[in-house]
């Protein structure tokens, strides 16, 4: 369950950051965007930590959970404070959605290799041959 929580937390502060924004913006099409997109990108890191290898890039996805944590008291404090430099601001939502894109990128390379089948000679290349 650990796996989940930092695209939990990313996800949260692109929506927060989101709905904060729409009410200057007004524009629906970019705010269906800038929810579906982040909710995509943690579903697809949530599936691939099921899959991947336990323990793949640990510390990148500490720092990452911790970049996470910052952001969320970060909008938070922002709303409740009523900062504007802190909510609404593109740049948390920005920040949240790369965290995002790399959690993904590193779950996909955390997965485990495929296995070369045995009687397949590695210096041969189908791609290669002319037949």
Do not use: N, W
């Not at 929506?15 to 909710?39: K, N, R, S």
């Not at 802190?86 to 996909?108: K, Q």
């Amino acid at each position: 369950m650990k796996s989940i929580v930092a695209p939990l937390l990313l996800v949260v502060t692109a929506a927060v950051q989101a709905m904060g924004i729409y009410p200057y913006v007004q524009d629906g099409i970019t705010l269906t965007g800038q929810l579906l997109f982040p909710i995509l990108f943690a579903l697809g890191a949530a599936y691939l930590a099921r899959k991947g290898r336990p323990g793949a890039f640990g510390t990148a996805h500490m720092v990452v959970l911790i970049a996470s944590v910052i952001l969320v008291v970060l909008s938070l404090v922002g709303m409740s404070q009523r900062l504007p430099a802190l909510y609404p601001t593109l740049i948390l939502y920005y920040i949240a959605f790369l965290l995002l894109v790399v959690e993904c990128a590193l779950r996909i390379a955390g997965l485990p290799k495929k296995p070369r089948p045995a009687d397949v000679d590695p210096e041969f290349d189908d791609a290669e041959s002319t037949l």
